[in-house]
């Protein structure tokens, strides 16, 4: 059983195209978020949803769009694409967000985008 | 803002004991977390400290001292398995949400 799908998992495309990346879990969570990983391997925060609500929107150019259909989806539209968004990006859950303790996030398995 | 501070590369032998390090600055500190990511994987979570002190899961223990703003993962008995990627995390501030450091490369050799 997969906990966090995220689809597809390679994505080849030339730049100024138009692609989406969709993200599923099945875990029951409430917040779902995008990570960009870059050849470095830096994870950098991208959004956050909770309930479907956006609650975190780092310093992304609007070329990307999260839509978030229900608390179990939170898929990544980007437009435009530039050669900068080359990288892999994830998807991750976990339980909440504004409580105490321990939240681990469970992480897709990646999104390995190349723009040629 | 938040940054973290952590080696980007350690080796070690199979068998032995590794302990890698994490700094952290930051205002409204929670916790800080330990993932591993393996070449081409997703990041796993390994630990969470929200207290001082020493957390042991098996091989794996971690360490928080909230008033130097420090942390360690410690891996015993390394495996070559044990080969990955080791990311801190520090959450802090309005949310839960992490920060992620640089990460440190884990090289086990036979």
């Known amino acids: 059983d997969t906990a966090v799908s995220q689809t597809p998992k390679y994505l080849v495309t030339q730049m100024g195209n138009d692609k989406s990346i969709k993200c599923e879990q099945n875990l029951g969570h409430d917040t779902m978020y995008w990570y960009k990983q870059d050849s470095k391997k830096f994870l950098k925060i991208m959004f956050s949803y909770n309930n479907k609500e956006l609650i975190i929107n780092e310093t992304v150019p609007n070329r990307f769009s999260p839509k978030s259909p229900d608390k179990a989806h939170l898929n990544l539209h980007i437009n435009s694409l530039e050669l900068g968004d080359s990288a892999v990006y994830f998807c991750?859950?976990?339980?909440?967000?504004?409580?105490?303790?321990?939240?681990?996030?469970?992480f897709g398995d990646g999104t390995r985008l190349s723009i040629l | 803002g938040q940054s973290l501070e952590q080696p980007s590369e350690v080796t070690a032998v199979e068998g032995a004991i590794v302990q890698i390090n994490c700094t952290y600055q930051?205002?409204?500190?929670?916790?800080l977390s330990w993932y591993q990511q393996h070449d081409g994987g997703a990041p796993t979570f390994l630990s969470y400290n929200a207290l001082d002190g020493l957390e042991e899961t098996g091989r794996f223990s971690s360490f928080l001292s909230r008033s130097d703003s420090y942390g360690y993962l410690l891996l015993q008995e390394l495996q070559m398995k044990d080969s990955a990627s080791y990311f801190c995390a520090v959450s802090a501030g309005g949310s839960y949400i992490p920060t992620f450091g640089r990460g440190t490369s884990l090289i086990v050799h036979p």
């Open positions: 930051t205002s409204g500190f929670y916790g």
């Open positions: 991750a859950s976990s339980q909440g967000l504004l409580t105490p303790s321990n939240q681990p996030q469970h």
